[in-house]
């Protein structure tokens, strides 16, 4: 199965130079994150990074 990078781009995924490395572009309205939301996002980028 071929990925459509396209696609990808447009849900927020970003290919990189690397093979098989992607970027993950982070959509927030308004620019207003909570704390506990930053947390989380912390704890994924740690977990998946």
């Known amino acids: 199965m071929a990925l459509n990078l396209e696609e990808l ?3 927020g ?3 990189q130079r690397q093979k098989d490395m992607f970027s ?5 309205v308004g620019g207003n994150v909570s704390p506990t939301q930053l ?3 912390a704890e994924l980028a740690e977990q998946y990074g």
Do not use: P, Q
């Open 9 to 11: 781009k447009a849900g």
């Open 13 to 15: 995924i970003i290919s």
């Open 24 to 28: 993950v572009r982070i959509r927030i």
């Open 39 to 41: 947390r989380k996002i």
